[in-house]
């Protein structure tokens, strides 16, 4: 069954930023923690495949990350969902422990979802930019509303419509901050060699993973999201 329309609302992208930061620095030991549990193991074997050249290895490494960041951000819109009453109940094992029933449906959103921003940018740009904020609160809709992979792209479109800037906005804020970091620790690690590449990328993932899944998880239930399908 289709979810219920979003309600009408205003999503404020300082909010946002507010939030994630907030949500990011309050619970830095649960997030970064799950992000070391997680990427470094996607950082190591991806950065690995990278180094060694190649279509497949290349491909190979876009699959690893896309189910290491599918499967995080499960994980996060539990958490996100978790403190918006105004404390943590669950530990660490039970947040990743609800993400797993979801984690096929996620890596497969992620695989399509990538396929289909990656030829929007590739092409003109501009399409892939649309795609990339109308789809971009797809994931935490199938992890609460149990949404199938191809039914996301449709209600993460419905949710973002009318605050398509304000999430472009928010969105293009967090990825700034991901790309400044990620750029300065492939600066420090390219003369140094492949070993320091693949340190440097796993760094990265983990230190910036949580700001783009927590800000996508705000953003969800702030535009009317969680509500399960069928349910007004």
Sequence with gaps: MEAAAAPSKKLD?????????????????????????VFVVVGV??????????????????VIRVAGFAFYTGFVVRLVEDVRD?????????????AMPAIVSLVVFGI?????????????????????????????????????????????????????????GALLVMLLFIIVIGVVLAVIATPIGN??????????NVITAPLFAIAVSVMFFDLGGGRPAGRA
């Design 112 to 168: 399509l979802f990538g396929i289909g921003v990656g030829i929007g940018l590739v092409l003109i740009i501009v399409p892939g930019l649309i795609l990339l904020t109308f789809w971009s609160v797809g994931a935490p809709a199938i992890v609460v509303e149990r949404a199938g992979p191809i039914e996301a792209f449709g209600r993460s479109w419905r949710l973002v419509r009318g605050d398509a800037w304000s999430v472009f």
């Design 13 to 37: 992208v300082g909010k946002v930023i507010n939030e994630t930061f907030s949500v990011y620095g309050q619970n830095a030991v649960v997030v970064l923690a799950s992000s070391i549990v």
């Design 86 to 98: 105004g404390r943590r109940d669950q530990t660490i094992g039970g947040l990743m422990s609800s």
């Design 195 to 204: 070993g320091a590449i693949v340190v440097a990328n796993v760094i990265s």
């Design 45 to 62: 074997v991806s950065g690995l495949l990278q180094t060694a050249g190649g279509f497949v290895p290349q491909a190979l490494a876009a």
